[in-house]
């Protein structure tokens, strides 16, 4: 594989934090032409992957190449690195640490919080890490995982866990995993968790499974191609109407004794910050 040059490619601005962030590009790490694409697309975040997506023989290659691109300091991206049980991860984080294009970690098939830690330890302070829990495992570790000082955000790798687990593509199945890594997000005061990615085509089933996303609270879904980021960027964006009827509460004057009245308008409040994040 040779160095990934990005001179020819007009690289999206993008705007968004990352504790904010709706749609996580994955795109594999020895795949230069995809890799363009990802950084063309509309996605918020994109991440090079160097776990999954590269055969074991291919990632030292496709590693190099990462450092490259990442040395300049003119592109930034997050890296999916592999899991901290693996040889390739210790390589993983030695060469990534201090590069000045890496805008952060995804680290791979987290199931203990000392994960987390030993792969800060090797990166410099205060880098973004974002747990990706993918078993059994690691769900059950979900809360002590969000609680590490380093962790950043979880996402779900719902493929892994489905395989891991038997569970079926399926809401009711998903539901579990899902909002636990929900409600141990909240619990750690971390921004929502980043969903598992929809491998189908269809763009109804994307939507689909983005609204089960939403439902139990998460507040981003991993990405397989650049068209998918569109519409997840849109369903996790309050649309126009929930962002006016948001502003008209917030300009009336609170109504005494309703107990109602703080919920609601922390809900509005929520909504017309999101709007002005994604604006």
Same mark, same amino acid.
């Given at each position: 594989?040779?160095?990934? %040059?990005?001179?020819?490619?007009?690289?999206?601005?993008?705007? =968004?934090?990352?504790?904010?962030?709706?749609?996580?590009? @994955?795109?594999?790490? *020895?795949?230069? &032409?995809?890799?363009?694409?990802?950084? &063309?697309?509309?996605?918020?975040? =994109?991440?090079?992957?160097?776990?999954?997506?590269?055969?074991? *023989? #291919?990632?030292?290659?496709?590693?190099?190449? =990462?450092?490259?691109?990442?040395?300049?300091?003119?592109?930034?991206?997050?890296? !999916?690195?592999?899991?901290?049980?693996?040889?390739?991860?210790?390589?993983?984080?030695?060469?990534?640490?201090?590069?000045?294009? /890496?805008?952060?970690?995804?680290?791979?098939?987290?199931?203990?919080?000392?994960?987390? *830690?030993?792969?800060?330890?090797?990166?410099?302070?205060?880098?973004?890490?974002?747990?990706?829990? &993918?078993?059994?495992?690691?769900?059950?570790?979900?809360?002590?995982?969000?609680?590490?000082?380093?962790?950043?955000?979880?996402?779900?790798?719902?493929?892994?866990?489905?395989? %891991?687990?038997?569970?079926?593509? *399926?809401?009711?199945? @998903?539901?579990?995993?899902?909002?636990?890594?929900?409600?141990?997000? !909240?619990?750690? !005061? @971390?921004?929502?968790? +980043?969903?598992?990615?929809?491998?189908?085509?269809?763009?109804?089933?994307?939507?689909?499974?983005?609204?089960? #996303?939403?439902?139990?609270?998460?507040?981003?879904? @991993?990405? /397989?191609?650049?068209?998918?980021? +569109?519409?997840?960027?849109?369903?996790?964006?309050?649309?126009? %109407?929930?962002?006016?009827?948001?502003?008209? /509460? /917030?300009?009336? &004057?609170?109504?005494?004794?309703?107990?109602?009245?703080?919920?609601?308008?922390? #809900?509005?409040?929520?909504?017309?910050?999101? #709007?002005?994040?994604?604006?």
């Amino acid at each position: 594989m040779t160095s990934l %040059d990005l001179t020819a490619v007009s690289v999206r601005t993008r705007t =968004v934090p990352f504790e904010h962030a709706r749609s996580w590009l @994955l795109v594999p790490a *020895d795949r230069p &032409e995809r890799i363009s694409a990802a950084f &063309e697309s509309h996605a918020d975040v =994109v991440v090079i992957d160097l776990e999954d997506a590269v055969a074991l *023989d #291919a990632k030292s290659s496709a590693r190099d190449a =990462v450092v490259d691109l990442l040395t300049s300091g003119d592109v930034k991206a997050w890296v !999916r690195i592999n899991d901290a049980t693996t040889l390739a991860w210790a390589n993983d984080v030695a060469a990534l640490g201090g590069l000045p294009g /890496l805008a952060g970690i995804m680290l791979a098939k987290v199931e203990d919080g000392d994960h987390v *830690d030993a792969t800060s330890a090797r990166l410099p302070a205060h880098a973004p890490i974002v747990a990706l829990i &993918e078993s059994a495992v690691g769900i059950e570790a979900a809360t002590s995982i969000a609680r590490r000082f380093a962790t950043s955000r979880l996402a779900f790798g719902s493929g892994d866990f489905r395989r %891991d687990t038997d569970i079926a593509d *399926d809401p009711i199945g @998903l539901a579990y995993p899902r909002t636990r890594l929900t409600i141990a997000s !909240r619990a750690a !005061r @971390l921004p929502g968790p +980043v969903d598992g990615p929809t491998r189908a085509v269809e763009r109804d089933v994307l939507i689909a499974q983005t609204s089960d #996303a939403i439902t139990v609270g998460m507040s981003g879904r @991993l990405c /397989l191609r650049p068209e998918q980021t +569109v519409d997840v960027n849109s369903a996790f964006t309050p649309d126009s %109407d929930s962002v006016a009827a948001a502003r008209r /509460l /917030l300009a009336t &004057e609170p109504v005494a004794g309703d107990p109602s009245e703080v919920p609601r308008r922390a #809900a509005a409040l929520k909504i017309v910050n999101l #709007a002005d994040v994604y604006s």
